[in-house]
């Protein structure tokens, strides 16, 4: 897992909480995102740092959070008002401001109890 | 905003047979498209990607077409492996990738 690491692995939420799903990476890029990956659907981006302290929202980022302090750190939160989380998440990041050659994580599984 | 289709969802073929899939795409402007390999329990990996000044590329068993006056384009893999079992994405990009829905490609003995 050199290079882009996602954490934890599964993650459940109950109703009301908020979650935070933690993404780092060590290939010095400048942009990082946030994709949620459902059964038949393709990758969706939530969110989107193209620079530190910079962010912008993706096609799907209502009930979502984001942060980029640090270059190597864009941890991702799922708020109470994200009403269907469930879903595979995966942190990808790239030396393109554009997304071209995306390096992913190993992604989590993000569960509702 | 782009719109990418990718057809087929589900591909079965025989081993050693070639396997083809197809994606169109809505914005003219796109100039990039790649396509990543996702195996079962895995992340996605970039395998083959294209750029709109090119009409095709190829990288050992894989090859990617690009018809820009049909906004379409396509992946080839040829003499099919079982470890070729995988999830495939397309994307196409003018600033941000938009990725096409997945075709689940099973390799049989």
């Known amino acids: 897992d050199g290079g882009i690491t996602q954490s934890p692995k599964y993650l459940f939420r109950k109703e009301g909480q908020n979650v935070t799903l933690s993404c780092e990476q060590n290939l010095n890029h400048d942009a990082m995102y946030w994709y949620r990956q459902d059964p038949g659907q393709g990758l969706r981006l939530i969110y989107y740092s193209q620079i530190v302290n910079d962010f912008q929202k993706g096609d799907i980022a209502e009930g979502y959070s984001v942060s980029r302090e640090k270059k190597e750190s864009f941890p991702l939160t799922v708020t109470s008002a994200q009403k269907n989380p469930t879903a595979f998440y995966l942190c990808?990041?790239?030396?393109?401001?554009?997304?071209?050659?995306?390096?992913f994580g190993s992604g989590t599984q993000l569960s509702v109890l | 905003g782009e719109n990418v289709e990718q057809h087929p969802s589900t591909l079965s073929v025989q081993e050693g047979d070639s396997a083809v899939i197809k994606c169109t795409y809505s914005d003219s402007a796109s100039n990039y498209f790649p396509w990543y390999k996702q195996e079962l329990g895995k992340r996605p990996q970039l395998i083959i990607d294209i750029r709109s000044n090119v009409g095709e590329k190829k990288d050992q068993r894989i090859a990617v077409t690009l018809n820009k006056t049909a906004k379409h384009f396509s992946l080839h893999i040829t003499e099919t492996q079982p470890e070729d079992s995988a999830v495939y994405f397309c994307a196409a990009s003018r600033r941000k990738l938009q990725f096409g829905a997945g075709t689940q490609v099973v390799v049989t003995p």
């Open positions: 990808a990041s790239s030396d393109s401001p554009r997304g071209e050659k995306l390096f």
